[in-house]
């Protein structure tokens, strides 16, 4: 068995949430590390990605009532997807990336 392809530190990784085959959002990284046992990437705050016109509603808005919507507008498989950047100004729900030096045994 072949082992996996590894990704150079300094290239772009793109996470992707797909559902039944449909990407529900994709965000770019920048790859620092890929080792035997983990992915160490990182975000910056001007990065862009695509989300899910529900998700950032819900996250631009803040309100927890609404983070049951682009639940189920996951579960039925329809949705649109927006172009999306964190603002400067955003407060940390806002889905700013943080700094942690946690390793992979700290994540569970």
Known sequence: MNPPP??????TAVRRHVRQGEVWTAVPYRVLQDTDDY????GWP?????LSTTLIDTI???DAADRKHPIR???SG???LARWSPSPTC????GRTRTTTSTPDGWG
Do not use: D
């Not at 590894?6 to 290239?11: A, D, L, S, V, Y």
């Not at 992915?39 to 990182?42: G, Y």
């Open 91 to 94: 407060p940390a729900r806002c």
């Open 60 to 62: 631009t808005n803040g």
């Open 6 to 11: 590894r990704f150079t530190p300094g290239t």
């Open 39 to 42: 992915l160490v990437v990182a």
């Open 78 to 80: 329809a949705w649109e």
């Open 73 to 75: 507008e996951l579960a």
């Open 46 to 50: 001007s990065l862009r990605g695509l």
